[in-house]
């Protein structure tokens, strides 16, 4: 075996003639921006499953069989698979998974994703591959969270040839920019106005905790926001996502869109969300007498 196969675990050298296996390399697996994608991964799914009592300790050994991505699916799809609750058969579980990631695919398939998954990569515990479809799901749920940009990762890739084991490595992209992940490829008005004065526009910053947009709510709908239902002086992050997710309400109250951003874009000072969301009031209130 060449120095690079020196991590490799004895069953993932048991492989067949010309069969291949893939492993994430042990020093991407301690980069900071890794671990932080696992956990918020981990932390999400635990909450969106929290009342099924379901707690995922470990990605590659608590997803593969199926069970817990069907629970996912159907809980942020808000639908039920027809499948069977239980299998213990390989054969049961990769139809499980078959079911499941069909479903998952006409969900994200209209939305142009590239689909970096495949039920034996899942079933045979490939992290990079379950790290791929979380991602998108994620993406596609616009899930409450921020995940870390461009994390890349060095795969060794590992084949069988006449008996002899050969190994090489890739870079796998896990994540590139939010907005990228989203697919906010068309470009508007609103690009334009950001392309041609991004250098005055920093004052939108004071808009991060929420206060101003639920105020400014109130103003432009011409009611009182009571003041128990925001925090007036947010001190922690939750507060300023609470804030901010609280406005969002009001503007789809108000008859707006929901707002292509999410809420912790902009308590993140993610400057472009946050001029997406005045952009789109002032669009529908410039005309107010």
């Avoid at 499948?83 to 079911?99: D, H, N, R, Y």
């Avoid at 689909?115 to 490939?126: E, F, Q, T, Y």
Wanted: overall charge negative; aromatic content about 8%; charged content about 30%.
């Amino acid at each position: 075996m060449s120095p690079a196969l020196a991590d490799v675990h004895p069953e993932d050298t048991q492989l067949e003639e010309n069969e291949e296996r893939t492993m994430i390399d042990p020093t991407s697996k301690e980069d900071p921006k890794f671990k932080e994608l696992v956990k918020v991964l981990l932390d999400w799914i635990n909450d969106v499953l929290v009342e099924e009592r379901i707690i995922v300790k470990q990605l590659e050994e608590d997803l593969y069989d199926g069970q817990v991505l069907q629970k996912l699916l159907e809980k942020l799809a808000g639908c039920k698979l027809n499948v069977a609750e239980v299998t213990q058969s390989e054969i049961g579980q990769k139809q499980k998974l078959q079911t499941v990631l069909e479903a998952v695919h006409d969900l994200l398939r209209p939305r142009g994703w590239a689909l970096r998954w495949s039920v034996d990569s899942i079933h045979g515990k490939n992290l990079v591959a379950i790290l791929h479809l979380l991602v998108s799901l994620a993406m596609h749920f616009r899930a409450p969270i921020r995940l870390p940009e461009h994390v890349t990762v060095q795969v060794v890739v590992v084949r069988k040839r006449e008996g002899l084991l050969h190994s090489s490595h890739i870079s796998e992209e896990l994540t590139t920019t939010t907005e990228m992940m989203m697919g906010r490829f068309e470009r508007d008005a609103f690009d334009t106005l950001f392309d041609h004065a991004p250098d005055k526009l920093s004052v939108v910053k004071k808009f991060a905790d929420g206060v101003y947009l639920v105020l400014l709510m109130g103003l432009l709908e011409d009611y009182f926001v009571p003041l128990h239902n925001f925090y007036l002086t947010p001190e922690s992050f939750d507060q300023k996502v609470h804030n901010v997710s609280f406005a969002f309400e009001l503007m789809l109250d108000g008859g707006l869109k929901k707002p292509k951003a999410r809420p912790e874009d902009v308590v993140n000072l993610d400057l472009k969300s946050t001029l997406r969301v005045l952009y789109n009031l002032f669009t529908k209130y410039k005309n107010m007498e």
